[in-house]
């Protein structure tokens, strides 16, 4: 079993329908839960970062992690064609100074 | 300001050769990652360096692959008698001392081909 699991996808939905991406780990180390979004043929850019359970919002982004369940959330509101990429969870044991766990990616595809 | 730099973009090699990928870090940057990304797959950790010295690098495969960053700037990711299992996108990721989180950068990567 790989220490974070991520359904490749892909998915797709409509122009401004509400985005549920999610990932599960195995490791309860994990304290810091980032999700990263990469675009065909560029490097993943940093869009969450949060620190043990809870919710975090940025924009229409917002970030669950629920440590007893292992399991970690990204939501996207009002979903625009721009937002198709891969996004990535990732998770890491301390809070800099540390390799950064990834899942595979989930393809998202939003239909204009 | 410039992001973090790799070079080159895309390296076609043959089975056996030896190729060097090259990092530059954003200005400033202290530490510095390499990951490398198979086909459908996320980043996976190759080895972290903390200025000079190689702080874990616990992620390389084998003994075929070898980094350096003698200046603590600039990083080479070597890889020895290269295999057709090697073709990857190799990513390189640096970030800054200080504040809470440690951000990692990335570079857009070395998409590495070998045949």
């Known amino acids: 079993q790989k220490e974070v699991e991520q359904d490749p996808g892909p998915l797709s939905v409509p122009e401004g329908a509400i985005v549920s991406l999610n990932c599960t780990y195995s490791n309860s180390a994990f304290q810091y839960f980032m999700w990263y979004r990469q675009y065909s043929r560029k490097g993943p850019e940093l869009l969450m970062y949060?620190?043990?359970?809870g919710n975090k919002e940025d924009g229409r982004f917002t970030a669950q992690v629920d440590k007893s369940s292992k399991y970690i959330s990204l939501f996207i509101r009002d979903s625009q064609p721009s937002d198709s990429a891969t996004y990535l969870c990732?998770?890491?044991?301390?809070?800099?100074?540390?390799?950064?766990?990834f899942g595979k990616g989930t393809r998202l595809h939003i239909l204009p | 300001g410039a992001g973090v730099s790799q070079t080159p973009s895309n390296k076609v090699t043959e089975k056996g050769k030896y190729v060097e990928l090259r990092c530059d870090p954003i200005s400033g940057h202290t530490a510095l990652y390499w990951y490398r990304q198979s086909l459908g797959q996320g980043p996976e950790f190759l080895i972290y360096f903390q200025g000079t010295g190689a702080a874990d690098d616990s992620g390389l495969p084998n003994d075929r692959f070898f980094a350096v960053r003698p200046e603590g700037s600039v990083s080479t990711l070597k890889i020895q008698r290269t295999e057709r299992g090697d073709s990857a996108v190799y990513l390189c990721a640096s970030s800054p001392r200080g504040g809470f989180a440690d951000t990692q950068y990335f570079g857009p990567g070395t998409r590495l081909t070998v045949l």
């Open positions: 990732a998770m890491s044991q301390k809070h800099r100074d540390d390799k950064i766990i």
């Open positions: 949060t620190y043990s359970s």
